[in-house]
T-cell receptor
Framework: DGGITQSPKYLFRKEGQNVTLSCEQN?????MYWYRQDPGQGLRLIYY???????QKGDIAEGYSVSREKKESFPLTVTSAQKNPTAFYLC??????????????FGPGTRLTVL | KNQVEQSPQSLIILEGKNCTLQ??????????LRWYKQDTGRGPVSLTI?????NTKSNGRYTATLDADTKQSSLHITASQLSDSASYIC????????????FGQGTRLTINP
């Protein structure tokens, strides 16, 4: 059963805490992405990775960090430096990132709430 | 500035009726335009994709049109079903790669019985 999974589905964070969101794919895709979705706004790119051990900042990378140690995994850490982290976070993957025509397959999302 | 604007923001129709969602974009240079369907609390799922040389693409009851000259696209839903209740997102890609996709804010469609 191929696909992209995210965990947890819901996550609660206290002020000043770092939290890590998991993203795993078994589609054998080279490229992976993290987006943030806020009400009334389009998805915004946080980080993306074109290949293992490489990643690039997106439009809103401040307060976030990522790693890409394995092809299948692209975890996102929301640090205490992120001032407004409450949002719906979506992970996606595509065959490559060099061609925008390639479909991005999205995970089910993680809803992060700061208490 | 590259932008994608969708209208209306929300729409309510009765089951069985047709509807059309609009997308205007300023992304340049243009490569492709995709429509996604996103159920509440889930990730988006691709419905159709069109390049600049295509002006219509269908996927079952969903038909997308593209006018690259006016930079407009529409998504027409025929004989709506309760399961069509979702947000529909227009996404425009340029030639610079997937990291430069521009997402619209979505249209929230509600189908009432």
């Amino acid at each position: 059963d191929g696909g992209i999974t995210q965990s947890p589905k819901y996550l609660f964070r206290k002020e000043g805490q770092n939290v890590t969101l998991s993203c795993e794919q078994n589609l054998n895709h080279d490229a992976m992405y993290w987006y943030r979705q806020d009400p009334g706004q389009g998805l915004r790119l946080i980080y993306y990775s074109q290949i293992v051990n490489d990643f690039q900042k997106g439009d809103i990378a401040e307060g976030y960090s990522v790693s890409r140690e394995k092809k299948e995994s692209f975890p996102l850490t929301v640090t205490s430096a992120q001032k407004n982290p409450t949002a719906f976070y979506l992970c996606a993957s595509s065959i490559t990132s060099g061609e925008s025509y390639n479909e991005q397959f999205f995970g089910p999302g993680t809803r992060l709430t700061v208490l | 500035k590259n932008q994608v604007e969708q209208s209306p923001q929300s729409l309510i129709i009765l089951e069985g009726k047709n509807c059309t969602l609009q997308c205007n974009y300023t992304v340049s240079p243009f490569s492709n335009l995709r429509w996604y369907k996103q159920d509440t609390g889930r990730g988006p799922v691709s419905l159709t994709i069109m390049t600049f040389s295509e002006n219509t693409k269908s996927n079952g009851r969903y038909t997308a049109t593209l006018d690259a000259d006016t930079k407009q696209s529409s998504l027409h839903i025929t004989a709506s079903q309760l399961s069509d209740s979702a947000s529909y997102i227009c996404v425009v890609g340029g030639i610079q790669g997937a990291q430069k996709l521009v997402f619209g804010q979505g249209t929230r469609l509600t189908i009432n019985p």
